[in-house]
């Protein structure tokens, strides 16, 4: 099934006859006073539920040297439309950077990429922080194979209002909206895949239901996942909810967004010990190598007041968020290494599921990855994959 083909990798030399970095200023300011002209480039702060509808972008700039991706061209930080974890109109963050060279007929198709999660401050995402070593590579090797990289930040990261953690509507949609951002630039192609890892790996696993309803004007041809998370009432049970177990450094993540998603029936105070409270307080402002670091020497016992009964709770108001087995109307590729912390034998559960529910799914265990090098591993494997999503 796994196809060999690339597209051909795109010319040195821009459109316009100006090198790259010159062609892309030239255009990214056409751009922007275009977007301007046409009302876009109003501030953030507008209500939730007035502005233009989702995908729309309000702000463009230039996306810094130190950020941009080698064999970048165009390549921008915006700030867009969205639909919240609740329904309401907000504002996300992201990138989008195109292939340098000549785009193809139709436009550059678009990888949708969905990042693992690096913590929910400003300081975090990956529009102001970039993308960890470990990731960019497989960022660049879209690009030259012929793919734009549409990056988002997700909702309430690098943009104001809450995070609601692992939520997949809200992640889906912060994808699919970007990529309705990059058809107000004439390069883009309405083709588009989603491609997430971690995290990222559940939000495109919702993205790929909900995509065909939600821009129906796109064209949706495929989802990659890569070591995904799945099966939350699994990974929130024994031995994770054991006292003596070390805690999780997404826990305080969880107190906070599930404080945000649920006012009315999740209070951390109600869960967490002062000790616990104080890392709910500080993950609105530490990313996860801080929070990692901060929790390494804790146990559930020191964070939770009784940890069975406080993951029992987060079970029950995250079960919404399992992955959905309906609505997947294009191939979904799922790959895990089978030495992650993060089960594997999750992901090839969820692959059962979906493919139980009719779906097209592949899924590929890679012997002897982590969830970090599971990225380098996987990489002729997604290239192969997209390749074969536009035949």
Known sequence: MRASA?????????????????AARFLGLVLAACLTLLGFGVPHAASA?????PGSPTEFSWLPDHLRLDGAGLAWRVEYTSTS???TRNIVGGTITFPSGRPPAGGWPIAALLPGASGTAEQCAPSIAGNPPFATPLLESLLAAGWAVAETDYEGVSTPGPNPGIHGPSEAYSAIDLVRVAQHIGIASRTWAAVGYSQGGHGALH??????????????VGTIAIAPVTQLQLLLSAPADDPGFPVNVFMPYFGAALAATHPGQYQPADWF???GLALVAAAGERCTEQMAAQTAALTNADVFTDAPAAMAQMRELLAAQEIPTAGHTEPIRIVHGTTDGLPWQFTELTAAQLEGGGADVEFVPLTGED?????????????DWLAAFLE
């Open 85 to 87: 974890f609740d329904g």
């Open 273 to 275: 010990t002062p000790a």
């Open 371 to 383: 969830h970090f090098s599971v990225l380098a591993a996987a990489e002729p494997m997604v290239l």
């Open 6 to 22: 690339r597209l051909a990798s795109p010319s040195r030399r821009s459109m316009l006859g100006l090198r790259p970095s010159r």
């Open 49 to 53: 539920h007035q502005g233009p509808p």
């Open 207 to 220: 993205t790929s239901a909900l995509a065909a309803d939600y821009a129906p004007e796109l064209d949706h």
